[in-house]
Nanobody
């Protein structure tokens, strides 16, 4: 089994910054894509940013230029640096990882428990 543990969520003023972290542990042979999603109340979960094992990144249009995703492959950890936070960024942020348990196994999808980001006016 694989566990994803997020941290870094907090209350921040509009215009402020936060850095989220997500560490993967457990039965891990390799990790393909790691990503951050978010879900605001009464809204669908949406992709915020993703990064593959080579470091290629992808961002939602709404966060381009403000958020930066990065990863430390040696630590199986992904980060999300969030700058210039706006009220629309308030949500529960979830970490996602596609993990392979062995050389011959397929990639399985895993989720963290979520971390709350609150943005005050």
């Amino acid at each position: 089994q694989v566990q994803l543990v997020e941290s870094g969520g907090n209350l921040v003023q509009a215009g402020g910054s936060l850095r989220l972290s997500c560490a993967a542990s457990g039965s891990i042979f390799s990790i393909n894509t790691m990503a951050w999603y978010r879900q605001a109340p009464e809204k669908q979960r949406e992709l915020v940013a993703s990064i593959d094992s080579f470091g290629s990144t992808n961002y939602a249009d709404s966060v381009k230029g403000r958020f930066t995703i990065s990863r430390d492959n040696a630590k199986n950890t992904v980060y999300l640096q969030m700058n210039s936070l706006q009220s629309e960024d308030a949500a529960v942020y979830y970490c996602n990882a596609r993990v392979r348990h062995s050389f011959l196994s397929r990639y399985d999808n895993f989720w963290g428990q979520g971390t709350q980001v609150t943005v005050s006016p």
